[in-house]
């Protein structure tokens, strides 16, 4: 697995949405969920899958109707390292903020 150059905030929402399941999540249910537009969230799942943090498959369910989904998973590593993110990402969220000093 690969780490991540740059993690910004989108980052943080995808990788939460992948967390709170343990079930694959398709990419516009991510997309739904997180509020993004596509051109951020699948850029971004593909990186994390090219990273190693994330597989995909195609959903072949025959009962469904409309076009197939890919399905997107975190991998045991991706999901250690995501864990680790996002609880980062909370901590610096609820950080008093520091008054800037003048220069």
């Given amino acids: 697995m690969e780490p991540l150059g740059r993690i910004g905030r989108a980052t943080?929402?995808?990788?939460?949405?992948l967390l709170d399941s343990d079930q694959p999540r398709?990419?516009?249910e991510i997309i739904k969920v997180t509020g993004r537009p596509s051109g951020s969230v699948y850029p971004l799942l593909d990186r994390l899958e090219h990273a190693g943090w994330v597989t995909s498959h195609w959903d072949d369910d025959a009962t469904r109707r409309g076009p197939r989904r890919r399905m997107y998973r975190l991998t045991a590593d991706g999901a250690a390292e995501a864990r680790r993110?996002?609880?980062r990402a909370g901590a610096r969220a609820q950080a008093p903020l520091r008054?800037?000093?003048?220069?």
């Fill in 26 to 28: 398709w990419g516009l």
């Fill in 12 to 17: 943080v929402d995808v990788l939460g949405v």
């Fill in 85 to 87: 993110v996002v609880a």
């Fill in 99 to 103: 008054p800037r000093t003048a220069q």
